[in-house]
């Protein structure tokens, strides 16, 4: 399992990162997709899987980007980063 992925910097650690078994859906050269998954908690400590949808919703407010204010020469700008 994967304990912790480093974004942009920022260390993010993960639940669940001490599995008991592992479920494996196809095999090397027939994988699989997964279809009619419900979407899963989204929290911190949540274990649950996600769709696609969900993904797609993140998706959509990051290619929007992070307003902020940037202060030149007494002129005040809103940026997206």
Do not use: C, W
């Not at 899963?40 to 949540?46: D, M, N, V």
């Amino acid at each position: 399992a994967t304990s912790s992925a480093t974004i942009n910097g920022v260390t993010h650690n993960f639940a669940g990162t001490n599995p008991a078994s592992t479920v494996s859906v196809g095999k090397a050269g027939m994988e699989r997709t997964v279809t009619n998954v419900a979407a899963g908690r989204i929290s911190a400590t949540s274990t649950d899987a996600i769709n696609g949808s969900q993904l797609f919703a993140v998706k959509t407010e990051v290619e929007k980007g992070v307003p902020y204010a940037d202060h030149v020469n007494d002129i005040f700008y809103t940026h997206k980063m």
